[in-house]
């Protein structure tokens, strides 16, 4: 079995509708993908009305968290939609994605960078707006040659000249309320050190304690030194370990199905979750 555990679609920043990103999955020769698009679940019907015969959909979403000043991705699975704390979490972050993203734009033109606000809106489209659409404007515009490069100290990385804080949520809370809605959680590429600060292992260890299941192992953003230190850590803690593409289209070069996780591990999480189901296809309908 073939299984990403981390993706991307329109409905936040990735590139590929919902629809056409599990037709690429299949294409791509997955078995497993799970959709998990930034703070938001408003792409999974979309994906399981498409979803091809063969492939399996894990329905999840990546919370946006903060603790002691360092922002954190965590990976949320199988839990329910519907529940009504996580829900309200979730719609906190989204409603504070426009002032938020409005600000930065304004941070950028500051700076005499000539973006404007239909711009990033029209990349945006109807996706969940954020930091990667002004990325991508600045690309448009020449400022920075991809968006990797848009996410330094002189642009939008973490306490850069044009960042502004959103909601967040603390991650002992997020994993708290994850798991009354019956899913399983995973922090997304920990130690991602090209990205900005990094929890130190200390904090990992209190997520773990706090009933954390799991840490993204495989990555692009992790290089085999720094897979080998979470193996060992993941040992130590207890928690599981997972690989995946975080697939966001041609927004990034990553590629669907570029990490894998161990069918075992899967299974594993299948196992703990208690508010949704794997869904697998029935074959939805061509392209």
């Given at each position: ?258 990490y894998t996780t161990d069918p075992e591990i899967y299974g594993e999480i299948t196992r703990r979750a208690a508010g949704a189901f794997p869904v697998p296809g029935a074959g939805g309908p061509a392209a």
């Amino acid at each position: 079995m073939r299984i990403d555990l981390h993706t991307h679609s329109t409905a936040s920043d990735g590139t590929d509708s919902p629809a056409e990103l599990v037709r690429n999955a299949a294409a791509a020769g997955l078995d497993v993908v799970a959709l998990t698009d930034h703070d938001t679940t408003r792409g999974h019907a979309e994906a399981i009305a498409a979803l091809p015969e063969g492939l399996t959909l894990v329905a999840g979403a990546e919370l946006s968290c903060r603790v002691d000043g360092i922002g954190l991705h965590m990976l949320a699975y199988l839990f329910d939609p519907a529940e009504p704390a996580l829900l309200a979490e979730r719609e906190l972050v989204r409603d504070d994605r426009v002032p938020r993203a409005r600000a930065m734009v304004g941070k950028l033109q500051e700076l005499g960078v000539p973006v404007t606000w239909e711009q990033v809106a029209r990349i945006a489209g109807d996706g969940s707006l954020g930091r990667p659409h002004i990325a991508e404007a600045l690309v448009e515009l020449g400022v920075v040659p991809d968006v990797s490069g848009a996410f330094t100290p002189e642009w939008l990385a973490d306490g850069g000249r044009a960042y502004v804080e959103k909601h967040e949520l603390d991650p002992v809370d997020a994993i708290r309320l994850v798991k009354a809605a019956g899913g399983v959680t995973v922090f997304a590429h920990p130690l991602a050190v090209k990205r900005g600060q990094v929890l130190p292992e200390a904090s990992i260890a209190r997520l773990a304690e706090a009933g954390l299941d799991g840490i993204e192992v495989d990555h692009m953003d992790h290089d085999e030194a720094t897979r080998a230190r979470l193996r060992g850590l993941a040992k130590e803690l207890g928690l599981l370990t997972t690989g995946s593409s975080d697939y966001h289209g041609s927004r990034k070069t990553c590629r669907l199905g570029e990490y894998t996780t161990d069918p075992e591990i899967y299974g594993e999480i299948t196992r703990r979750a208690a508010g949704a189901f794997p869904v697998p296809g029935a074959g939805g309908p061509a392209a």
